[in-house]
């Protein structure tokens, strides 16, 4: 069975304080992996897809690397306008449209 | 850039009323897609449609509808609400064989 699990379900950090948060999935032939963030009340963005084993990708204080069995989002140095829930998401193995997501991690970094 | 749209930020119904939620996207996309965001839940696809006309049901497909007469408007029908129908429904839109999804700002409604 299909799944993507999160973890940690929440994260607090101080401002500079650099830490990982985790996507762990299991899916027949992976298709991309994708990772987005979401502001309360707002729908989410798209950061990130990571295709193969390896495959590594930044944007400003984030950097998303990936592995055969789960995904990492690194933030380096966060301030607080990186407060958001982070989620990942992949394409389940039956259907080839849809995502499957993450129950997400909501980070607060406070100053 | 993509942009999708929809018809209402908040919403708040009754019991037993037939509600449309109406998503626009403006980049020519051929698929798009309802979800529902409950905490704790996550986001979980009720209906997806991949070109006019045509649509396939998500994981939560009872006691909604959807509509898809032009390929930029996806609508979403709540036959009669319900309380337990009170939630986050979130509009996407993709291109075929690309799976990276870009979301519209989401309606929360209420039902009462």
């Known amino acids: 069975e299909d799944q993507v699990t999160q973890s940690p379900e929440a994260l607090r950090l101080q401002e500079g304080e650099s830490s990982s948060l985790n996507c762990s999935y299991t899916?027949?032939?992976?298709?991309?992996l994708f990772w987005y963030r979401q502001d309360p009340g707002k729908g989410p963005e798209f950061l990130f897809t990571l295709y193969s084993a390896g495959e590594e990708k930044e944007k400003e204080r984030l950097k998303a690397t990936l592995t055969k069995k789960e995904s990492f989002l690194h933030i380096t140095a966060p301030k607080p306008e990186d407060s958001a829930t982070y989620l990942c998401a992949v394409p389940p193995s039956n259907s080839g449209y849809a995502l499957n997501f993450g129950k997400g991690t909501s980070l607060l970094v406070t100053p | 850039d993509v942009k999708v749209t929809q018809s209402s930020r908040y919403l708040v119904k009754r019991t037993g009323e037939k509600v449309f939620l109406e998503c626009v996207q403006d980049m020519d996309h051929e698929n798009m897609f309802w979800y529902r965001q409950d905490p704790g839940l996550g986001l979980r696809l009720i209906y997806f449609?991949?070109?006019?006309?045509?649509?396939e049901k998500g994981d939560i497909p009872e006691g909604y509808s959807v509509s898809r007469e032009k390929k930029e408007r996806f609508s979403l029908i709540l036959e009669s609400a319900s309380t337990n129908q009170t939630s986050m429904y979130l509009c996407?839109?993709?291109?075929?064989?690309?799976?990276?999804?870009?979301f519209g700002p989401g309606t929360r409604l209420t039902v009462l």
């Open positions: 996407a839109s993709s291109i075929p064989g690309y799976n990276e999804q870009f």
């Open positions: 449609s991949y070109d006019v006309k045509m649509k």
């Open positions: 899916v027949s032939g992976l298709r991309g």
